[in-house]
């Protein structure tokens, strides 16, 4: 039987058990979800949170020594050219504590806030990426989280003082199964008084030095035993375990990312997170905190990428004047400013409401994860553009013949993986779609399922019709279109109105769109993609409005920066740039090639325009397309060590 046949599960199973790992109700208020039901709760979000007493005290302490460790610790050029980061550094963070960032201290960590532990990221990955890629898939989705917030106090007791000063690491994919869990091929079986492991995990990042390792498995239903994908802690150096592979990739050459087979690996009951078939949820509402690491990679290359530019634009000359003088350029420089303090903006914000713990911010995290790893690189191409010749060249060819020694291309390759890291774009754009239209798919309900008999359509459509009369109403008008809504905001008040009226508007677009296709809207993913940017935008332009307005008070800006009035000069740019994109957007809705679209990439499939391809040579080494991952001992030597 073929791997292929074995791991096939029909569409229908896939979204049932993708749909029962989401969290269906709304305990706290969301800015994300009113945003896209055309209520705009600047209440939520306004005045700014900000840090304050012990927490902001021990973070700036942290940061500090952080800050000095990475300035004199960390050669970031030797882990880019031996694609390796030293022991001694990962020996030295461990000894300063940053292993523990997010671990409580009465287990032995730092007890940071998330808005903290964001900033530490973000001085971690401005001078090595990959670093930061190490202590994020440590803290964000590795051991601590979940254990943290899902484990008996047991499991705290005995794992979390361990991830205060060793790696751990999340895994979740395999060869043949991404953004998928139903096909999930990895096994638990319940054996006395614990559970025997076996299957393949893909591309486990830190999997090659982790100590500890949460692992998503699935365990077969029978007596006594509910069954489904369920979480298990398990320790590296447990018999059956085999690091198969360290994987290189285009970027973050430092991550110690690898193949890791389970082979009759005994994991004791005790090591159970949670319930039997709870692994998704858990893995899912760890993710909603844990995605606001990407956005602090994120941002962090804004910022540098802002310096760069900023400080080669006004150095190099061409036809007389510096090159950043020059339209085309300044309009490139512009856009790296004020995308840099948005993603700052957007990180703060989200990491402070988390913080707060008052809203749910899941559609919040997601929105900052997807709109962050998209303009950063497109930030970071812009300021390769702005370099020229000299963004394509790598930093040491630079350094060997004289010039300083920027590394742009670098940054361009390493940012890359952040589109697809911890949810592609295209999975991002789906699963806060399914969040966004989740009022809509409720009332439906049994309107849309196939399988409803007509008494239930027919009793669903009576509630439906009662939702919509008194919600429509609603989106007709509100404060975006009185003249003095938002005042206190200055020159920023026209963009919140904007704000206002644009989530309205996309609320009746939903509304219509819904109407129109029914169950087959969540087909239309061309749609839903500019729906969710839209969003993105639209949370983009509210973080920055009521962050600008607090960096220009007259007790100085966040975190101890003080930029006064010129924020309020740069959230203006920003907005701007950002109501182009979004009518851009509206505009695309109802104007576009998608069904075309559709229906020639079907053909392509088919074969139909394989002559297209004619004339050239693929150069790739030959070998499946999917490694097979059949079950079984290893017959490779383990690659994995540990850090002492």
């Not at 993603?343 to 995290?365: G, T």
Request: proline share 5%; charged share 25%.
């Amino acid at each position: 039987m073929s791997q292929h046949t074995q791991t096939h599960v029909d569409e229908r199973t896939a979204r049932k058990v993708a749909e029962e790992a989401r969290e269906t109700e709304w305990r706290l208020p969301s800015f994300g979800r009113q945003l896209f039901l055309g209520d705009f709760r600047l209440d939520l979000i306004h005045p700014h949170p900000r840090p304050e007493g012990e927490p902001r005290r021990k973070g700036e302490e942290f940061l500090a020594r952080l800050t000095e460790f990475c300035a004199t610790r960390v050669d970031a050029a030797l882990i880019e050219r031996e694609s390796r980061i030293p022991d001694d550094v990962v020996a030295g963070l461990r000894d300063l504590g940053a292993l523990g960032m997010k671990i409580p201290e009465k287990y032995g960590g730092l007890g940071l806030s998330q808005l903290y532990y964001g900033r530490a990221l973000m001085v971690v990955g401005s001078v090595c990426p990959a670093l930061g890629a190490l202590l994020s898939a440590h803290q964000s989705i590795g051991v601590p989280q979940p254990v943290k917030e899902f484990g008996t106090p047991e499991q705290k007791d005995e794992w979390l003082p361990r991830c205060a000063r060793q790696v751990s690491a999340f895994l979740l994919t395999e060869p043949d199964v991404g953004s998928d869990p139903a096909r999930l091929r990895a096994t638990a079986v319940p054996d006395g008084d614990g559970y025997v492991l076996n299957g393949v995990k893909l591309w486990t990042t830190n999997g090659v030095i982790a100590d500890l390792v949460v692992v998503m498995a699935r365990v077969p239903k029978s007596d006594g035993h509910r069954g489904g994908i369920s979480a298990f802690v398990v320790d590296m150096g447990t018999p059956g375990i085999t690091v198969e592979n360290r994987n290189a990739f285009m970027g973050l050459r430092g991550i110690e990312n690898g193949v890791t087979r389970f082979h009759d690996v005994r994991v004791p009951k005790a090591n159970l997170i949670g319930a039997e078939g709870a692994g998704l949820k858990i893995a899912l509402t760890t993710l909603n905190t844990g995605r606001l690491s990407l956005p602090a990679i994120c941002a962090a290359s804004g910022k540098w990428a802002a310096k760069i530019a900023r400080e080669w634009s006004k150095e190099r000359v061409q036809w007389g004047r510096p090159v950043g003088e020059h339209e085309a350029v300044s309009r490139k420089i512009a856009f790296i400013a004020a995308t840099a303090y948005a993603m700052e903006a957007m990180l703060d914000l989200s990491s402070q409401l988390a913080d707060d713990e008052r809203n749910d911010i899941r559609i919040e995290a997601a929105l900052a994860k997807l709109w962050s790893s998209e303009m950063a690189c497109r930030a970071a191409d812009e300021l390769m553009q702005v370099r020229g010749g000299r963004g394509y060249e790598t930093a040491e060819s630079l350094a060997a013949r004289g010039e300083r020694g920027v590394p742009v291309e670098q940054v361009v390759r390493d940012l890359r993986i952040n589109r697809i890291f911890e949810g592609s774009s295209e999975i991002m754009h789906l699963l806060i779609a399914r969040e966004a239209v989740d009022a809509h798919l409720s009332v439906a309900g049994d309107i849309i399922d196939p399988d409803a008999s007509t008494g239930r359509k027919a009793r669903a459509a009576a509630k439906a019709g009662g939702f919509y009369a008194r919600w429509l109403p609603t989106l007709v008008t509100g404060p975006g279109h009185r003249p003095n809504s938002y005042a206190e905001f200055g020159t920023l008040a026209r963009h919140l109105r904007y704000v206002e009226r644009a989530s309205r508007k996309l609320a009746r677009s939903i509304f219509y769109a819904a109407g129109r296709w029914q169950g087959g809207l969540e087909r239309r993913q061309g749609f839903l993609g500019r729906m969710v940017d839209i969003g993105a935008e639209l949370y983009a332009m509210s973080a920055v409005c009521v962050r600008a307005h607090a960096d220009a008070s007259a007790d100085g800006g966040l975190g101890g920066a003080a930029p006064g009035k010129s924020a309020l000069l740069l959230a203006d740019a920003f907005c701007g740039q950002a109501r182009v994109r979004v009518e851009e957007l509206f505009d695309g809705l109802w104007r576009n090639t998608d069904a075309v679209d559709v229906k020639l990439a079907r053909a392509v499939l088919a074969g139909d325009f394989a002559w297209v391809e004619e004339g050239v040579l693929d150069p790739s080494i030959p070998g499946p397309w999917i490694a097979p991952a059949e079950p079984g001992p290893s017959e490779r030597e383990s690659v994995h060590r540990t850090i002492g």
